[in-house]
């Protein structure tokens, strides 16, 4: 890894490279992509002869990579050019084509606020070829490496987009969504046809609203940790509820935690509002993400008893209601307490925050680039289900995940559903039997009748199954999408427990909070005729969907509502990893973000 002094040389040299060719502002079409460009046919660049240079880059791809490029780049720049070989893709007659390679490094500078690693890029490479271009009678070696590290700067730039820039699988990411590497030449090639070139470059970054929210997100804290947010460490302590009294200098360290991300304001203020509004917290009432509204909710019942006593040594009503606005936005029961877990999350540094962001950026960026028409995807740290259609929120709920324990952890995958079981059987599986069915059956012989369930034979094994029935764990309907994990969507006779905050208490499956809506959704059914099935149709009734649609299982700590930012409940420690390779890329130094803009304002001229 280039270090960022390194770093900083490859972009200056960039900006001399922009300033060489002439940069031209290129405007970016709306409507329909078109894709009618190809390399232009010609006898010489630059007075070589165009034979010339077609032998120097076949000679040059027929070799080892450059240092600066990796082997899977060096590979995708190989097939890139079998697609396109008649001649180079990125120089003229008259040196760089100007548009395009303008466009190019455009791109890669603003690819820096996706949290996009730019020292993967050969920029110092890129600025010696292109300034031996623009010398007086470059050679047919000359230009071949020019236009060869054009055409790996965009395969980086690329597959960075498209399919992320690290590989989850060592990360402990529990990660099984297939980036779709394989579709990335096709990707490239389409892309470099568009007419549009810039365009074409924009939308090779995910196209989805909560990466564009997210990624919007990530440019506000940045720059509010560029220009020096931070907050000490709140002193452990008691657990405080409204009216508790504690050590003035603990509470004071608590308010001015809390006015630094703009929880609070300051006591008047918080005072006025508090009073004028009746709220505790200020979570953002009209989004559509009916957790949120609960949780608020929830905040009021507990603050508003609170003793209005006030001063220096006093946890009031005020605090309480800035804690519960905090807890609300970083996954934490809302219940207005200053308790271990929410001191914990607060003492949690902005540029370990800022990480998170970028982290969950490079998730995105590890989804598939088209999740389809009509989709079903589960944000496990959010406890959430959101059903699209034609790009449209449909249906949303809250879920139930898997528990804290690595053999119920909710995998990251995705499949397809086909179909829908009402009232089903629950089969419990032997690993979950051996654990907590047969212990209890050894100590308590009537066990089984009394949770109707019942020992049957599944091929010479003896099993353990609950009857159908409002009892039944799975509820009255299940959603099946056959996978690997053996984890599919279900109701739930436990419907208290969507009343908690974090819910993490299933096998590994997901219960749903509204079954009957998702039923209809998925069938194309009427409320009645989904009402029938489940309560007064027959035991274990399959009913196939009338199209395969897709479920996407996601792991993703942060997210963005109403336009602000949410921190999901990293349940299973999986952002430490990942968390630790973004770092040094989500916090710019001075350096970079001079060259950065000093690039921009080239990029103008």
Request: aromatic fraction near 8%.
């Amino acid at each position: 890894m280039q270090t960022s002094a390194l770093r900083l040389a490859a972009l200056a040299a960039a900006m001399t490279v922009v300033a060489a060719i002439g940069c031209k502002k290129v405007e970016h079409a709306n409507g329909e992509v078109t894709r009618n460009w190809t390399p232009p046919q010609q006898d010489a660049y630059l007075g070589v002869p165009a034979t010339e240079v077609r032998s120097a880059i076949e000679k040059r791809l027929a070799s080892a990579p450059p240092s600066s490029i990796n082997a899977d780049a060096w590979k995708h720049v190989k097939r890139l050019y079998k697609t396109f070989p008649s001649g180079m893709l990125w120089l003229t007659e008259k040196g760089a084509h100007e548009p395009r390679v303008d466009a190019l490094l455009n791109a890669v500078a603003d690819a820096d606020s996706d949290a996009i690693r730019l020292d993967a890029f050969p920029l110092v490479d890129l600025s010696r070829s292109l300034d031996a271009v623009h010398k007086s009678k470059p050679t047919a070696d000359q230009l071949a490496d020019a236009d060869l590290m054009l055409s790996s700067t965009y395969v980086i730039y690329g597959e960075s987009m498209l399919t992320g820039q690290i590989n989850p699988a060592g990360l402990a990411q529990n990660w099984h969504i297939n980036t779709q590497e394989e579709k990335v030449d096709s990707a490239l090639t389409l892309t470099l046809r568009e007419d549009d070139f810039g365009a074409g470059l924009v939308r090779m970054r995910p196209q989805d609203p909560g990466y564009d929210s997210l990624r919007t997100q990530f440019i506000r804290l940045r720059d509010q940790v560029a220009h020096g947010l931070s907050w000490d460490t709140i002193p452990a302590g008691k657990q405080l509820k409204p009216g508790d009294n504690d050590s003035p200098a603990r509470l004071a360290a608590l308010r001015t935690r809390l006015m630094a991300e703009g929880y609070l304001s300051d006591s008047s203020a918080t005072a006025t509002a508090a009073s004028d509004s009746g709220m505790a917290g200020s979570a953002d009432s009209s989004s559509s993400d009916s957790a949120a509204r609960t949780t608020t909710k929830r905040a009021k019942k507990t603050a508003r008893p609170s003793a209005n006593r006030t001063g220096p040594g006093v946890y009031d009503r005020h605090l309480a209601a800035a804690v519960a606005d905090f807890q609300a936005h970083h996954s934490i029961g809302v219940d207005s307490m200053l308790g271990k877990e929410t001191v914990d999350a607060m003492n949690v540094s902005p540029t370990y925050r800022l990480a998170q962001v970028a982290a969950n950026l490079e998730r995105y960026r590890w989804m598939p680039r088209s999740l389809g028409s009509r989709y079903v995807i589960v944000n496990v740290p959010q406890f959430h289900l959101e059903a699209f259609d034609s790009g449209q929120k449909a249906l949303e709920m809250k879920v139930i995940v898997g528990q804290e324990y690595e053999d119920k952890a909710t995998p990251v995958f995705s499949d397809s559903m086909e179909f829908v079981v009402f009232r089903p059987y629950w089969n419990i599986t032997d690993a979950i039997a051996a654990k907590e069915i047969w212990p209890k059956v050894n100590s308590d012989p009537g066990y089984l009748a009394a949770n109707n369930m019942e020992v049957y034979n599944d091929h010479g094994t003896r099993r353990v199954r609950q009857l159908p029935g409002p009892k039944n764990s799975l509820g009255l309907v299940k959603f099946m999408f056959p996978n690997d994990f053996n984890i599919y969507l279900h109701d739930t006779p436990n419907d208290e427990l969507f009343k908690k905050d974090v819910r993490a208490f299933s096998h590994g499956c997901i219960r749903v909070e509204k079954p009957a809506e998702l039923a209809q959704w998925v069938l194309g059914w009427d409320a009645d005729k989904v009402q029938q099935a489940m309560h007064d149709g027959p035991n274990n009734k399959q009913v196939n969907l009338p199209k395969k649609i897709p479920v996407y299982i996601v792991y993703f700590t942060t997210y963005a509502r109403g336009g602000q930012l949410y921190f999901g409940n990293d349940l299973y420690d999986r952002d430490s990893k990942l968390v630790q390779q973004v770092q040094d890329v989500a916090v710019q130094s001075p350096e970079t973000l001079k060259a950065l803009e000093s690039l921009r304002q080239m990029a103008k001229s």
